[in-house]
């Protein structure tokens, strides 16, 4: 049996362009973004896939990247499962505030702890630890058990909340997860075995890689 889960971060935001803390803020894909979703789409169709299932967070940039991808696949009427739990990592004080100014503001280190360390919270925010324990369980709970009963799975969600699965599924210590960047629409692809360990997984913007 085929078990197969495909994770998306949505396309560039109108925040993304502008270089924007954006968290749980709610901005639309711009042109850019509403192209990579299409092209998601499109790689995605290039490799066979068809959707059985498809889940997303309350954020009108997943939403819609969502939306294209499974347009562009036909599967306009896939019904989709939406849940604030895939939402992206709350940057308190930091949302809406320039990444630049920041840096310039509390200086180059302290923004990335911010932005990249596993459990440093950024002020009245989420660490990233903070958004696994908020994502994971939903993803244990309400996602897997589709992707075990044989159900093709997409989730398009955001750089955060995919970083925190990633960390499960890739087995990635803390260390080796805050080197790992997701692009905007770029579709990760993961052969699932039935003990719900990963067989492989193809990142369609770079090389086939197998799980270690
Ligand atoms: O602003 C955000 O919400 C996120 C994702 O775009 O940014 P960062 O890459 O800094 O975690």
Do not use: C
Not at 148 to 173: C, D, F, P, W, Y
Request: glycine share 8%; charged share 30%; no cysteine.
């Amino acid at each position: 049996m085929q078990r197969r889960l495909v994770l998306v971060r949505h396309g560039q935001s109108e925040w993304n362009l502008k270089n924007l803390f954006t968290g749980w803020k709610d901005p639309d894909l711009t042109e850019r973004g509403v192209e990579e979703a299409i092209e998601a789409g499109r790689r995605l169709k290039a490799e066979g896939i068809v959707f059985d299932a498809a889940f997303t967070s309350k954020l009108k940039r997943a939403q819609r990247t969502n939306q294209l991808i499974l347009n562009e696949l036909g599967q306009r009427t896939l019904p989709v499962v939406e849940d604030e739990a895939l939402n992206e990592r709350d940057y308190g004080e930091l949302t809406g505030l320039n990444k630049d100014e920041a840096r310039k503001t509390w200086g180059e280190q302290k923004v990335l702890m911010w932005r990249r360390s596993y459990d440093v919270p950024p002020p009245g925010g989420e660490s990233l630890r903070d958004t696994v324990a908020r994502t994971l369980p939903y993803f244990v709970r309400e996602i897997l058990p589709v992707v075990l009963q044989g159900k093709t799975t997409l989730v398009t969600a955001h750089g955060n909340s995919l970083r925190a699965l990633i960390m499960t599924l890739e087995r990635l210590t803390p260390d080796e997860l805050l080197r790992r960047e997701l692009f905007t629409g770029a579709p990760i692809i993961y052969e699932v075995n039935a003990d719900s360990t990963i067989e492989s997984w193809k990142d369609l913007a770079g090389s086939p890689a197998a799980a270690s």
